[in-house]
């Protein structure tokens, strides 16, 4: 049962109530990510998001993970382009510990200043790990192509030059102008009572107010990027190519988004879709491919993602733009669109399985729609998807002047990229 209340200070507080489990997860989600942050800030938003486990004003960083270890729950915390969480898992009887633990860190937190050295080492050890590992590097590269200038191509790690400047003052400075009370989610799902947690989280949270630095804020988030399209070629000695093709996409609440479901997962979203089958199966080309969408509140792009060998990445990107230009074309069949949207209903129900699962997605809905969508009207959205929906959706994204890519490899200096007809 979904249930939402809104404390004195304005934050908003969304339940599910699953009488059937045994476990609870907490959530804090803040409308704060590397897409709020001045060039000169990257990286400040997830360097923050790791500050707050080091450490309260009455718990060090090690009886932080101690109270947790030792009722065997989970507690952890992620940053994105637009949003940070902090979430906690525990059993049902451990709820007040977490709520305690969660809303310790998130008002208490002391930004000590041996504990901000001691993780700027580790970011900076975060960021050449993600430098090494390419298949998830070139989806930076490629947002840094595609969106040049603006917040949403930056890295949420942030860059070495950045996060080796920011000091005690700048955290302090930004979480008070980011973290406030219009901005904040609390989401929960599991064997809990809404009205009991709301008490408690008003006795919690209700005190925090909103920051008069706050308003308004110096970055104008809410700026539309201008892609860029053409062919990127990025040099790094590695054995295999890895390239991400994309293209201006749609934006999280888009009327078209279930449409849009259906058209990335039949071009790359299982071992099923066309690229998985014509480019791995049928040409053994590659032995990860798949496609993706990136939604954001007032933007997207839909990307592809394959790793491959220098001979054959020309085959492999044509292959791409082939199956896109298929798409674009009518190349759909009925029987298709409906295994594809089975498939969906599928994923998205045993996807919701698990507490932790349940939290994310009513605290999404809260932060993007405003309101709570049941899986019910989700499923027949999407089951109600036409053919020709698809095909239409299709030919407004798949337009080879819009398009990007982007290829990190072992690239001598002699090398020329193909343009493959993207950006003119």
């Not at 095909?391 to 200096?413: C, H, N, Q, T, Y």
Request: net charge negative.
């Amino acid at each position: 049962m979904f249930a939402k209340s809104v404390l004195d200070n304005g934050i908003r507080v969304v339940s599910q109530e699953m009488t059937d489990h045994r476990s609870v997860s907490l959530g804090i989600w803040v409308e704060n990510g590397s897409r709020h942050e001045l060039p000169d800030e990257n990286g400040i938003s997830h360097f923050i998001e790791h500050l707050l486990f080091k450490g309260t004003t009455t718990r060090t960083a090690a009886q932080i993970a101690e109270e947790m270890d030792a009722v065997g729950g989970l507690l952890n915390a992620f940053t994105s382009k637009e949003h940070t969480c902090y979430y906690a898992k525990v059993l049902d009887e451990d709820l007040p510990l977490a709520s305690d633990l969660l809303t310790d860190i998130f008002l208490n937190s002391s930004f000590d200043a041996e504990e901000i050295e001691r993780e700027r080492s580790v970011i900076l050890q975060e960021i050449s790990q993600a430098e090494d590992t390419p298949d998830d590097y070139v989806h930076d590269l490629f947002s840094l192509d595609f969106f040049q200038n603006h917040p949403l191509g930056r890295p949420i790690a942030g860059h070495v030059g950045t996060v080796s400047k920011f000091g005690r003052e700048h955290f302090v400075n930004f979480f008070h102008e980011r973290y406030h009370p219009s901005r904040v989610v609390v989401a929960a799902a599991g064997h809990f009572q809404h009205d009991k947690l709301v008490k408690e989280l008003n006795t919690r949270l209700g005190g925090a107010k909103q920051s008069v630095s706050a308003l308004p804020s110096r970055v104008n988030a809410e700026l539309l990027p201008q892609t860029k399209s053409g062919a990127f070629t990025h040099a790094k000695p590695l054995e295999q190519v890895h390239l991400c093709l994309g293209m201006p996409g749609i934006h999280q609440t888009h009327p078209q988004r279930h449409a849009g479901y259906i058209l990335n997962t039949i071009l790359g979203g299982g071992m099923s879709s066309r690229l998985f089958q014509e480019i791995r199966e049928k040409r053994g080309k590659a032995y990860s491919v798949y496609s993706f969408m990136s939604t954001y509140s007032d933007t997207g792009y839909l990307g592809i993602y394959a790793g491959t060998s220098l001979e054959a990445v020309e085959e492999v990107i044509d292959l791409v733009l082939r199956e896109l230009k298929c798409l674009a074309a009518g190349e759909i069949k009925e029987d298709e669109v409906r295994r594809t949207r089975g498939q969906l209903v599928g994923n998205i129900m045993l996807g919701l399985e698990s507490t932790d699962s349940w939290m994310s997605h009513i605290a999404r809905n809260e932060l993007y729609f405003g309101k709570s969508i049941t899986t019910d009207e989700i499923c027949q959205r999407i089951r109600s998807v036409t053919r020709d929906e698809i095909i239409e959706l299709a030919r407004a994204l798949f337009r080879p002047e819009a398009m990007a890519v982007s290829l990190l490899g072992d690239f001598k200096e002699d090398f020329k990229v193909k343009n493959f007809g993207l950006g003119q």
